[in-house]
């Protein structure tokens, strides 16, 4: 085995925040390495120094046992590395061949050459066992298809090192299955291949060998083979808390109902078709489902920014399927939406003014002159109660770490005290620690009362703190479960097509 | 009634094509990710450099329009710089750039303001100028008129048939995927955006040297800002702005044809028309077109590689 | 795997010889760092702006006097100053209050007109009695700016219309009316000019007792009072910064956007109205065609170099009125258009829209290979 890439003491930071602290990387061609680490450990930041995006403060980088400095992605490229990037790099209004011609001269008149690219990737997703149309418009196909796209583009460069990030967070069980089987494939072969994750489940199944990064270093560079689950777990996280199952709490009179909802996307196109459910008090109803099969719409709509094309929603018995936002806080609602900067927080305004914003909208601090100071020390009870670590109340939202404002917008979420609380992924993106603290408080709320709606793509945070379960497939509510349910069966109705 | 038809169709062309070079313009630089607000400022500094260069060097309309085309490529420079390299604002930096245009050309252009041109001659095609009607319609317009038809053409041409077109596109709808490709987005941006500033220029100087055949002080009147509205009404494609040129054009022409038929109008009123006329067709594209925008992604966004937001 | 020697030809990569900028996002800056960077682009902006003027043909020891020492420490020019200062606050304000709810009002001049439009009728109609007719004339001035601004507001806010445009082309219809009334119906009858009749004593604005100094300046500076408070203090402006900042959480909040948006966009409009009524009813004394020339720009610099914070644009149009004042001198003495202070302007506000350049990043040198 060669040695494809050899990167040492690579160190990166970002305006003073660091996120990358002399960590190192080797990978061996014709194997495929696990690089795991929880989100924010470094690992996007690491590969993206290798991919020519991010120029290291520090450090080397040798490819094929000689020493370079990567200048920019055509570099990386020109050297044979690709990245299928978490977040695609593709044009959505352009077709497949377009995007793969875009990064791939084949050289010749340019007609005749976008006819040569669609030619060579059918050849490719031949060999591949991929079903692409060159033809299709990038918008007009699915997440999984577009993984494809990015992997045809990148192969067709001529990589010998493939690095991809998290590629199965976004596919079924099956897809990921069939994916990982074409990577080890691809690895047989000679190419290096470089797997982000952090699922330990792939580490084992897939990986020749695993690097775990925590906080900006390299902490491991092992056989996974000789690394049990806490091994590598505790290697990931240090040592950690992990939230408590909780008991199954029984919901009392219904607070939020959803009857028949449905709603399109941005582009016209059904998102939901007739949702039906119901929270009670002192309960979470979890919404477990693969991503897009209408989570985001969902939402959407009970947070009313979308419009429902029909059916109901109500709070407490009272109709507000299309109550103004405002309305439906008064009627109890508090939101965690899935997006915090687009929703949830406003980047450049202080955190006195994204705490208060929802109360000072109800009228609570004031109707004309803003009791600032008021607010200002419910921001200090509320960033003590929370253990939320910022600069004061004064200090601007965009310097908080993504754990740190998640527990912002949650801590003003459960402040108005209605009760209802719909959250959508709000764990998605934070460490274990922070992941931990939402949870729990999460659950805390159930306890005083409160009807949870959980939203959320991970089916393990559905599992572990719904008291009910309804499984959302192609915007419908395919089937319920009470606590305890069963994993596999709740899986199966996620990607079936009932 | 003829007459008075084939007067307006056969003018409809002088008004049309510095509306159609400057839209033409801007849909390179929109399409590459960057609003140009300055239309205006870079069709004035076209304009007095056209009509400078015609007096100065022998009363060539050609040189007179690569003078112009020169100048709004100067002042493409500044804007692309501003907000291309620095990645200023661009609304703010665009509407800066029209303020600077009127600044600088009110400034240096004191020596040849209000002095009459000769200026473009229609072209005489013997016996086609000689076809009644017809004629005078489509043969007798002059050389800019129909040059500009391949300009347009290789506009489209350009952005939609070649390699160079769809990297300069994938730039201004997501130039994190064309930077990821290894497509020079700073570069791609820049080029654009001087490419929009000759044309931007090329308008500025034919309405001096063809429409107007004089210099004065602020003379484009808001048809730098028309040419922006008319690139939203043509959805960012060439087609359609030749198009949306001819009608507003057309409507421009009808201006003076109407005073020459002294039909009793309110003068001012009839002047308002061009722009209430851009606005109905704003309205109307936001009305109409309100479920997909066909607006580059990345529109008025600067790019930064290594951005985390 | 197909062959890839066919699918990947003559791949050469030519390593930069020299190297390039990179460029690393600040989350934050200093306010010392942040004041001597935009000090930095002001002070780039006015170097250019004298060398201009040098070339221009004024000469460089009279540069300083023109501009500072006549202009702001001599009582006739300070008076002047003061005078000039007074519509550019209210515009100032007008586009602060705009762009803080990230609406490019560019139409200020149109409002301007439709404000001074507004007070003439009053004044040539002489509505009311003479005691409170200059009262009416603010309220008319205030309502025909605001109602001028009203249908690019909604076009905005319902279908989506670009803003920057729509309120751009109406400057040129309220233009063309207004050259329609004083070419027509409210010409002068005295001297056939181009202008309204002039307003009588009770249609203008009182003296303070200073020079000539007006009544329109105590206006401004109200009108700088009220929207600080409704900026800095109320609720409302709270909404206001949240809408500008963040649309999408304002509305997922509970906060009125669209109503927000309506109301600080009409103050907009009104503020610019009134500006149009100080210039008719205390400079001009009557409606003319070229009352509103370079209000619209300078209302957007004000707003941009005071980063919409109304205290700053009382601070900001008082040096442009100065400009303005030194401009009118400038004029008379070297026979300098009036374009001058409209390109002086541009030059400044692109200088410290440029500086934002470096508040913005931190550049490195990323060197190149150098072979």
Redesign the interface.
Same mark, same amino acid.
């Given at each position: 085995m060669t040695v494809a890439l050899e990167m040492s003491d690579v160190t990166k930071e970002f305006d003073g925040v660091r996120a990358l602290d002399g960590a190192w990387f080797r990978a061996e061609h014709g194997r495929v390495h696990a690089l795991l680490g929880e989100n924010g450990a470094g690992k996007s930041s690491l590969m993206n120094v290798v991919c020519g995006l991010y120029a290291p403060d520090r450090g080397s980088i040798a490819v094929d046992g000689s020493p370079v400095r990567i200048d920019g992605p055509a570099h990386a490229r020109a050297l044979g590395i690709g990245m299928v990037h978490q977040h695609f790099k593709l044009v959505r209004p352009f077709t497949v061949a377009e995007n793969v011609a875009m990064a791939n001269r084949l050289g010749g008149r340019w007609t005749d050459e976008l006819a040569l690219v669609a030619e060579t990737i059918e050849r490719y997703c031949g060999e591949l066992g991929f079903d692409l149309d060159p033809q299709a418009r990038i918008d007009s196909i699915s997440v999984a298809e577009r993984q494809r796209v990015e992997i045809v583009k990148v192969l067709m460069s001529g990589t010998r090192i493939l690095i991809l990030d998290e590629p199965t967070a976004v596919l079924t069980d099956d897809e990921a299955d069939r994916l990982l089987a074409v990577i080890r494939g691809l690895a047989e072969r000679g190419t290096a291949v470089v797997l982000i994750t952090h699922k330990l489940r792939e580490v084992h199944d897939f990986a020749d060998r695993v690097t775990i990064m925590r906080a900006g270093r390299t902490v491991a560079d092992e056989d996974p083979k000789a690394l049990s689950d806490e091994r590598m777990t505790e290697l990931m996280v240090g040592s950690a808390p992990r939230s408590a199952a909780a008991a199954r709490s029984g919901g009392g009179r219904v607070r939020l109902a959803i009857e028949e909802l449905a709603a399109a996307r941005d582009d016209g196109v059904a998102a939901l078709a007739g949702v039906s459910l119901a929270v009670g008090e002192g309960e979470i109803y979890g919404v477990a489902g693969v991503g897009g099969n209408g989570q985001t719409e969902l939402a959407e709509v009970l947070m009313g920014v979308r419009s429902a094309l029909g059916g109901r929603v109500a709070l407490d018995g009272e109709d507000r399927t299309s109550a103004h936002p405002g309305e439906r806080r008064r009627g109890g609602l508090g939101t965690v939406p899935a997006d915090r900067y687009l929703y949830g927080l406003t980047a450049d305004l202080s955190v006195a003014e994204n705490f208060g914003l929802t109360g000072l909208a109800a009228g609570r601090y004031g109707t004309w002159w803003v009791a600032s100071g008021r607010m200002r020390g419910d921001t200090e009870a509320a960033i003590d109660a929370f253990e939320i670590q910022c600069h004061g109340p004064a200090s601007r939202s965009r310097l908080l770490s993504g754990g740190n404002a998640q527990k912002l917008v949650l801590a003003r979420e459960l402040s108005g005290g209605g009760g209802i609380l719909v959250a959508h992924s709000p764990t998605r993106g934070l460490d274990v620690r922070a992941c931990a603290a939402v949870q729990s408080q999460l659950l805390e709320a159930r306890g005083r009362g409160a009807a949870v709606l959980l939203i959320s793509e991970d089916l393990d945070e559905v599992l572990d703190l719904s008291d009910r379960i309804g499984v959302l497939n192609r915007g419908r509510i395919v089937g319920e479960f009470e606590r305890p349910a069963n994993r596999h069966e709740v899986g199966r109705l996620m990607v079936g097509h009932a | 009634m003829i007459e008075f038809l084939a007067n307006w169709l056969a003018f409809t062309p002088v008004f049309a094509v510095p509306l159609l070079l400057a839209t033409l313009g801007l849909i390179v630089n929109e399409r590459a990710g960057v609003i140009n607000l300055g239309a205006e400022g870079m069709m004035l500094c076209g304009a007095l450099a056209g009509v400078a260069c015609y007096i100065e060097f022998g009363e060539s309309t050609a040189v007179g329009m690569t003078a112009a085309a020169f100048a709004g490529l100067l002042i493409a420079f500044l804007f692309a710089f501003v907000v291309v390299v620095l990645r200023a604002d661009q609304v703010v930096t665009g509407i800066t750039i029209v303020f600077f245009g009127a600044g600088l050309t009110g400034l240096i252009g004191l020596r040849w303001n209000d002095t009459a041109i000769a200026g473009f001659r229609k072209l005489d095609l013997g016996f086609l100028s000689e076809i009644p009607f017809f004629g005078k319609v489509v043969f007798a317009q002059d050389a800019m008129v129909y040059l500009t038809i391949p300009i347009a053409f290789g506009v489209w041409y350009f952005l939609f048939r070649t390699r160079a077109g769809l990297n300069l596109r994938a730039v201004g709808e997501n130039p994190q995927a064309a930077d990821a490709a290894g497509i020079a987005v700073d570069a791609y941006r820049f080029c654009a955006v001087a490419a929009g500033g000759v044309l931007c220029g090329m308008a500025g100087g034919y309405l001096a040297l063809a429409a107007a055949k004089i210099w004065v002080n602020e003379m484009t009147h808001g048809r730098g800002w028309i040419a922006i509205a008319l690139v939203i009404f043509a959805r960012w494609m060439p087609g359609r702005a030749v198009l949306g040129a001819l009608l507003f054009g057309g409507i421009e022409a009808l201006i003076p044809r109407i005073f020459a038929a002294g039909w009793p109008v309110p003068q001012y009123f009839l002047q308002m028309t061009p722009f209430l006329a851009t606005l109905a067709v704003l309205v109307w594209v936001g009305v109409a077109g309100k479920r997909r925008s066909a607006a580059p992604g990345a529109l008025g966004l600067p790019y930064v590689r290594e951005d985390r937001w | 795997?197909?062959d890839?020697a066919a699918?990947?030809?003559?791949?050469?990569?030519r390593?930069?010889r020299f190297g390039?900028l990179? =460029?690393?996002?600040?989350?934050?800056i200093g306010r010392f760092k942040h004041a001597a960077f935009i000090a930095f682009g002001l002070g780039v902006g006015l170097a250019i702006s004298v060398a !201009?003027l040098l070339a221009?043909g004024v000469e460089a020891a009279n540069i300083f006097d023109e501009f500072v020492v006549l202009t702001f420490f001599d009582r006739l020019g300070l008076s002047s100053v003061l005078i000039e200062c007074s519509p550019l606050i209210l515009v100032g304000l007008s586009a602060a209050v705009a762009f803080r709810v990230n609406f490019?009002n !560019?139409g200020i001049e149109g409002q301007f007109f439709w404000g001074a439009i507004g007070a003439t009728v009053i004044a040539i109609f002489d509505v009311g009695p003479p005691s409170i007719r200059i009262g009416l004339m603010l309220v008319f001035a205030i309502v025909g700016g605001f109602l001028w601004i009203v249908p690019p507001a909604i076009?905005k806010i319902?279908?989506?219309?670009?803003e920057?445009?729509?309120t751009? =082309?109406?400057n040129?219809?309220a233009y063309?009316?207004v050259?329609?009334q004083i070419?027509?119906a409210w010409q002068d009858p005295r001297d056939r000019f181009p202008h309204s009749e002039a307003f009588d004593a009770a249609e203008r604005l009182p003296l303070l007792g200073w020079e000539k100094v007006h009544l329109g300046l105590l206006i401004s500076l109200v009108a700088v009072a009220l929207v600080w408070w409704l900026m800095q203090?109320?609720?409302?402006?709270?909404?206001m910064?949240?809408v500008g900042?963040?649309p999408?959480?304002?509305?997922?909040?509970?906060?009125?956007v669209a109503m927000t948006i309506f109301l600080a966009v009409g103050l907009s409009g009104a503020l610019s109205g009134a500006a149009g009524f100080v210039m008719g009813a205390a400079q001009e004394h009557r409606l003319t065609g070229t009352m509103a020339a370079g209000y619209g720009?300078s209302g957007?610099?004000i707003a941009?170099l005071a980063r919409n914070n109304p205290a700053a644009v009382l601070v900001v149009a008082f040096l442009i009125g100065g400009l303005y004042a030194a401009g009118q001198s400038v004029k008379v003495f070297y026979s300098?258009?009036?374009?001058?202070?409209? =390109?002086?302007?541009?030059?400044v506000?692109?200088c410290v829209?440029?500086s934002?350049?470096l508040v913005?990043?931190?550049v490195?040198w990323?060197r190149?290979?150098g072979r």
């Amino acid at each position: 085995m060669t040695v494809a890439l050899e990167m040492s003491d690579v160190t990166k930071e970002f305006d003073g925040v660091r996120a990358l602290d002399g960590a190192w990387f080797r990978a061996e061609h014709g194997r495929v390495h696990a690089l795991l680490g929880e989100n924010g450990a470094g690992k996007s930041s690491l590969m993206n120094v290798v991919c020519g995006l991010y120029a290291p403060d520090r450090g080397s980088i040798a490819v094929d046992g000689s020493p370079v400095r990567i200048d920019g992605p055509a570099h990386a490229r020109a050297l044979g590395i690709g990245m299928v990037h978490q977040h695609f790099k593709l044009v959505r209004p352009f077709t497949v061949a377009e995007n793969v011609a875009m990064a791939n001269r084949l050289g010749g008149r340019w007609t005749d050459e976008l006819a040569l690219v669609a030619e060579t990737i059918e050849r490719y997703c031949g060999e591949l066992g991929f079903d692409l149309d060159p033809q299709a418009r990038i918008d007009s196909i699915s997440v999984a298809e577009r993984q494809r796209v990015e992997i045809v583009k990148v192969l067709m460069s001529g990589t010998r090192i493939l690095i991809l990030d998290e590629p199965t967070a976004v596919l079924t069980d099956d897809e990921a299955d069939r994916l990982l089987a074409v990577i080890r494939g691809l690895a047989e072969r000679g190419t290096a291949v470089v797997l982000i994750t952090h699922k330990l489940r792939e580490v084992h199944d897939f990986a020749d060998r695993v690097t775990i990064m925590r906080a900006g270093r390299t902490v491991a560079d092992e056989d996974p083979k000789a690394l049990s689950d806490e091994r590598m777990t505790e290697l990931m996280v240090g040592s950690a808390p992990r939230s408590a199952a909780a008991a199954r709490s029984g919901g009392g009179r219904v607070r939020l109902a959803i009857e028949e909802l449905a709603a399109a996307r941005d582009d016209g196109v059904a998102a939901l078709a007739g949702v039906s459910l119901a929270v009670g008090e002192g309960e979470i109803y979890g919404v477990a489902g693969v991503g897009g099969n209408g989570q985001t719409e969902l939402a959407e709509v009970l947070m009313g920014v979308r419009s429902a094309l029909g059916g109901r929603v109500a709070l407490d018995g009272e109709d507000r399927t299309s109550a103004h936002p405002g309305e439906r806080r008064r009627g109890g609602l508090g939101t965690v939406p899935a997006d915090r900067y687009l929703y949830g927080l406003t980047a450049d305004l202080s955190v006195a003014e994204n705490f208060g914003l929802t109360g000072l909208a109800a009228g609570r601090y004031g109707t004309w002159w803003v009791a600032s100071g008021r607010m200002r020390g419910d921001t200090e009870a509320a960033i003590d109660a929370f253990e939320i670590q910022c600069h004061g109340p004064a200090s601007r939202s965009r310097l908080l770490s993504g754990g740190n404002a998640q527990k912002l917008v949650l801590a003003r979420e459960l402040s108005g005290g209605g009760g209802i609380l719909v959250a959508h992924s709000p764990t998605r993106g934070l460490d274990v620690r922070a992941c931990a603290a939402v949870q729990s408080q999460l659950l805390e709320a159930r306890g005083r009362g409160a009807a949870v709606l959980l939203i959320s793509e991970d089916l393990d945070e559905v599992l572990d703190l719904s008291d009910r379960i309804g499984v959302l497939n192609r915007g419908r509510i395919v089937g319920e479960f009470e606590r305890p349910a069963n994993r596999h069966e709740v899986g199966r109705l996620m990607v079936g097509h009932a | 009634m003829i007459e008075f038809l084939a007067n307006w169709l056969a003018f409809t062309p002088v008004f049309a094509v510095p509306l159609l070079l400057a839209t033409l313009g801007l849909i390179v630089n929109e399409r590459a990710g960057v609003i140009n607000l300055g239309a205006e400022g870079m069709m004035l500094c076209g304009a007095l450099a056209g009509v400078a260069c015609y007096i100065e060097f022998g009363e060539s309309t050609a040189v007179g329009m690569t003078a112009a085309a020169f100048a709004g490529l100067l002042i493409a420079f500044l804007f692309a710089f501003v907000v291309v390299v620095l990645r200023a604002d661009q609304v703010v930096t665009g509407i800066t750039i029209v303020f600077f245009g009127a600044g600088l050309t009110g400034l240096i252009g004191l020596r040849w303001n209000d002095t009459a041109i000769a200026g473009f001659r229609k072209l005489d095609l013997g016996f086609l100028s000689e076809i009644p009607f017809f004629g005078k319609v489509v043969f007798a317009q002059d050389a800019m008129v129909y040059l500009t038809i391949p300009i347009a053409f290789g506009v489209w041409y350009f952005l939609f048939r070649t390699r160079a077109g769809l990297n300069l596109r994938a730039v201004g709808e997501n130039p994190q995927a064309a930077d990821a490709a290894g497509i020079a987005v700073d570069a791609y941006r820049f080029c654009a955006v001087a490419a929009g500033g000759v044309l931007c220029g090329m308008a500025g100087g034919y309405l001096a040297l063809a429409a107007a055949k004089i210099w004065v002080n602020e003379m484009t009147h808001g048809r730098g800002w028309i040419a922006i509205a008319l690139v939203i009404f043509a959805r960012w494609m060439p087609g359609r702005a030749v198009l949306g040129a001819l009608l507003f054009g057309g409507i421009e022409a009808l201006i003076p044809r109407i005073f020459a038929a002294g039909w009793p109008v309110p003068q001012y009123f009839l002047q308002m028309t061009p722009f209430l006329a851009t606005l109905a067709v704003l309205v109307w594209v936001g009305v109409a077109g309100k479920r997909r925008s066909a607006a580059p992604g990345a529109l008025g966004l600067p790019y930064v590689r290594e951005d985390r937001w | 795997m197909p062959d890839r020697a066919a699918a990947a030809p003559g791949r050469t990569f030519r390593a930069r010889r020299f190297g390039r900028l990179n =460029l690393e996002v600040r989350q934050s800056i200093g306010r010392f760092k942040h004041a001597a960077f935009i000090a930095f682009g002001l002070g780039v902006g006015l170097a250019i702006s004298v060398a !201009i003027l040098l070339a221009a043909g004024v000469e460089a020891a009279n540069i300083f006097d023109e501009f500072v020492v006549l202009t702001f420490f001599d009582r006739l020019g300070l008076s002047s100053v003061l005078i000039e200062c007074s519509p550019l606050i209210l515009v100032g304000l007008s586009a602060a209050v705009a762009f803080r709810v990230n609406f490019w009002n !560019i139409g200020i001049e149109g409002q301007f007109f439709w404000g001074a439009i507004g007070a003439t009728v009053i004044a040539i109609f002489d509505v009311g009695p003479p005691s409170i007719r200059i009262g009416l004339m603010l309220v008319f001035a205030i309502v025909g700016g605001f109602l001028w601004i009203v249908p690019p507001a909604i076009f905005k806010i319902r279908f989506g219309v670009n803003e920057v445009i729509s309120t751009l =082309l109406l400057n040129y219809v309220a233009y063309q009316f207004v050259l329609n009334q004083i070419y027509g119906a409210w010409q002068d009858p005295r001297d056939r000019f181009p202008h309204s009749e002039a307003f009588d004593a009770a249609e203008r604005l009182p003296l303070l007792g200073w020079e000539k100094v007006h009544l329109g300046l105590l206006i401004s500076l109200v009108a700088v009072a009220l929207v600080w408070w409704l900026m800095q203090r109320s609720r409302f402006g709270v909404y206001m910064r949240f809408v500008g900042a963040n649309p999408h959480m304002a509305l997922a909040s509970g906060i009125p956007v669209a109503m927000t948006i309506f109301l600080a966009v009409g103050l907009s409009g009104a503020l610019s109205g009134a500006a149009g009524f100080v210039m008719g009813a205390a400079q001009e004394h009557r409606l003319t065609g070229t009352m509103a020339a370079g209000y619209g720009f300078s209302g957007i610099m004000i707003a941009f170099l005071a980063r919409n914070n109304p205290a700053a644009v009382l601070v900001v149009a008082f040096l442009i009125g100065g400009l303005y004042a030194a401009g009118q001198s400038v004029k008379v003495f070297y026979s300098l258009p009036q374009a001058l202070v409209s =390109l002086i302007q541009a030059i400044v506000v692109m200088c410290v829209a440029a500086s934002d350049f470096l508040v913005r990043y931190r550049v490195h040198w990323l060197r190149g290979d150098g072979r």
